[in-house]
């Protein structure tokens, strides 16, 4: 197998050279020094809940959950759940085929015994952001895709993986005491895995392009219509005049196209809100309430408790 991925704007050439990929389980009560890698690091949150901290702020780890760090990126990582976080790494450089042919790189060499390799390595791998360079969808930290395809990751990472202990057993046993399995399938099921991964994510989101039509052109309006009134009540009639469609079609359409009813839709995009204000503000939770238009704090924290299953007091103390 001899796997190059070509970058999506300029046509970059890139040669993936492995690093390492493994289960972590990050403990309740554990925290991280701050620290940086010089590889691309795609994560997935197998079980638990967790919190990824870097210059940006604090963000929440859910299961089912794939994040990115990229290549020197300040980082945190720690967990507060009673049964911690779970979740699989999958590391790797990124060399532009020119500068890999110019180093002469035998892919199936044990490049990691030579410092001096590694260094150069260094000094010419890829640092921008993924999905600048392939397209994958990202949102700030968070891989953006169905979750529906969540058994097709898990299967992938089983069938490169399998579990932890065969993980360890069979791959790490036979990294260090078979040169050969070493060197060419180490190298062939890490470029491998990145293909599948990648053509999971980009085949869910040409599906949802592929099932996008005129017809969505409605929902764009309504969400930007909720957007641009986020801070008012919600209020159908005030929507149905807006766009000139009558009320129980705009409701059952909405239901169609997301599963979910308009207030509860608006209900989740303010808390989303709500979120932001209490990691980047210091309004206190009384202002953030009727700033968005909530009947009241009590009324306000209940929604956001059923939205997040902790308090406004809680996940400013985890994000601070």
Known sequence: MNIIFGSKNDKTEYRLIPVCANYTLIRRGFRSYPHIHPVYHIMFVIRGRGYFENDNGKYILNEKDVFIIHPNEKHILSSEHETGMLYFTYNFYLLPISQYR????????DVYDNAEVVEEIEKFAELARLDQLFDFNIDDIYFQFNKDIWDEIMTVITDFTGTSKEFYDNII???????FWNNRNIYNRFAKFFWDIYTIFS????EASENSN???????????YLKNHLHEKYSL?????????HPVYICTYFKQKTGMTIRDYF?????????KYLRTTDKSITEIAYSLNFSSPNHFSRNFY???RMSPRDYRKYTE
């Open 173 to 179: 046993y036979m990294w260090q005491n078979d040169p």
């Open 214 to 224: 005129k017809d969505d052109v409605l929902l764009n309006r309504i969400i930007e």
């Open 306 to 308: 059923k939205e997040k």
């Open 203 to 206: 085949s869910s989101s040409n």
């Open 267 to 275: 209900n989740k995009m303010k808390i989303n809100q709500a979120c």
């Open 237 to 245: 009639s005030d929507l149905a005049d807006h766009l000139t469609y």
């Open 102 to 109: 110019t180093l002469n790189i035998d892919p199936y060499s």
